[in-house]
């Protein structure tokens, strides 16, 4: 089974501003992937970053760089200089190698302040 | 990436009726999910909509409540049956295309149902 926790309920942050959205994982699969996903009041999940275990590198897309730490579990995502568009609830999530099932933490909500 | 649509985009419906969701993809895709989203929380999969068969229902899910249907490789669609009050949620329907695990997952914009 595999568990996704983010422990930061709401954030705010200043525009232009970097901010850092913590996730950590536990999962017994060897492989897997991680996704980071933002989704506006609206309600459509929009993908922003994808990492896989075995990369070397972190991803970066952007404005979106994941701090990925394989041996802490955590893939915690940073976006850089802050847009007030940016304000959304933002979800880790999880698929290991077995399967094609998406796991979701809870959810951050970030809010930008002008 | 797929760009896909849901119809419809939301709709508020009596208790006891029933609502079919549409996913249309602009390409062929390899699998096909459905996810709910109550209100203030996060996703869970409902089921894997499985082209020509039966889909692969999630603890929680069965069929007479969500029946699914997946005639091809772009389409797909949810009946959400006899609904109630609790039913009220986004409903994503999801793609992943190609057969690489390490794929990227695509979301359509969901339908915000409330049942009154």
């Known amino acids: 089974a595999q568990k996704i926790t983010q422990t930061q309920p709401g954030m705010f942050v200043q525009e232009k501003e970097a901010v850092t959205l913590d996730c950590t994982y536990d999962?017994?699969?060897?492989?897997?992937?991680l996704f980071w996903y933002k989704q506006p009041s609206s309600g459509e999940m929009i993908f922003l970053i994808y990492?896989?275990?075995?990369?070397?590198q972190n991803a970066t897309e952007g404005r979106y760089s994941l701090n990925f730490q394989k041996a802490r579990k955590s893939a915690n995502l940073v976006i850089s200089a802050s847009q007030l568009g940016d304000s959304a609830m933002y979800f880790c999530?999880?698929?290991?190698?077995?399967?094609?099932?998406?796991?979701f933490g809870a959810g951050t909500t970030v809010t930008v302040r002008a | 990436s797929a760009v896909i649509s849901q119809k419809p985009s939301r709709d508020i419906c009596q208790r006891g009726t029933s609502l079919t969701i549409q996913c249309q993809v602009d390409?062929?895709?390899?699998?096909m999910f459905w996810y709910r989203q109550q209100p203030g929380q996060s996703l869970t999969l409902i089921a894997t909509?499985?082209?020509?068969?039966?889909?692969?229902?999630e603890s929680g899910f069965v069929i007479d409540k969500f029946p699914i249907s997946r005639p091809n490789l772009t389409f797909s669609t949810l009946t959400v049956s006899n609904m109630s009050p609790e039913d009220s949620s986004i409903y994503l329907c999801?793609?992943?295309?190609?057969?690489?695990?390490?794929?990227?997952?695509?979301f359509g914009p969901g339908t915000r149902l409330t049942v009154l």
């Open positions: 999801s793609v992943i295309q190609g057969a690489n695990r390490d794929n990227e997952q695509f």
């Open positions: 999962t017994s699969d060897p492989s897997y992937g």
């Open positions: 999530a999880m698929r290991g190698v077995n399967d094609y099932k998406l796991s």
């Open positions: 390409s062929q895709v390899t699998m």
């Open positions: 909509a499985n082209q020509g068969s039966e889909a692969t229902y």
């Open positions: 990492q896989g275990s075995y990369d070397q």
